[in-house]
């Protein structure tokens, strides 16, 4: 993923009030994000744990979307798997996101929700970046996991702008 920059991220809101981008923190470590190991950018809000954003880069310019969710982190049995990349995870590992459509559908309350990893850290666990404490099943290199990623999260983007 190419680097952006704040004002990009900030202006790139599609199912956010102008208030709540304002008021978004940008992850920890902004400056020395891994650009080059990202497919997109994610990122829980250190001052609102239960909000999280997803940004990327399309063909038409950048999609920024505000995502919510409940998950506690309470312990629980099991494993759970992301939608987006297909990683394995303990289950407080991977949380429940809803994110408000984009336009009339979100003002009228709907909603698109995903199992995602809770620390939105997808491409860095399928390139091997960041350690995972489950067995995986996939095979693929993290070649065509990346590809697959970014499918998923175009399909993911798509929903939420309908």
């Known amino acids: 993923m190419q680097p952006l920059s ?3 991220i900030r202006r790139s809101f599609v199912n956010s009030s102008k208030s709540l981008v304002k008021a978004m923190t940008l992850p920890r470590g902004f400056t020395e994000l891994p650009w080059e190991s990202l497919d997109y950018l994610g990122w829980r809000d250190p001052k609102a744990p239960n909000r999280a954003y997803l940004v990327v880069r399309r063909e038409g ?4 979307i ?3 969710t409940q998950a506690t982190g309470k312990p629980r049995r099991g494993t759970g798997l992301c939608d987006l990349c ?3 995870h303990h289950v407080t590992d991977v949380a429940l996101f809803a994110a ?3 336009g009339t559908a979100g003002r009228e309350g709907n909603t698109v929700g995903l199992y995602i990893c809770a620390d939105l850290a997808c491409s860095l666990y399928l390139r091997g970046l960041r350690e995972l404490e489950v067995p ?3 095979t693929a290199v993290p070649e065509v996991r990346a590809e697959r ?3 998923r999260v175009e399909g ?3 929903r939420v702008l309908a």
Do not use: S
Not at 61 to 64: L, N
């Open 6 to 8: 704040v004002e990009e």
């Open 61 to 64: 310019g950048v999609i920024g």
């Open 66 to 68: 505000a995502l919510n």
């Open 86 to 88: 297909h990683t394995a």
């Open 100 to 102: 408000r459509r984009a």
């Open 136 to 138: 995986q099943g996939e």
């Open 149 to 151: 990623l970014t499918t």
């Open 156 to 158: 993911f983007v798509n």
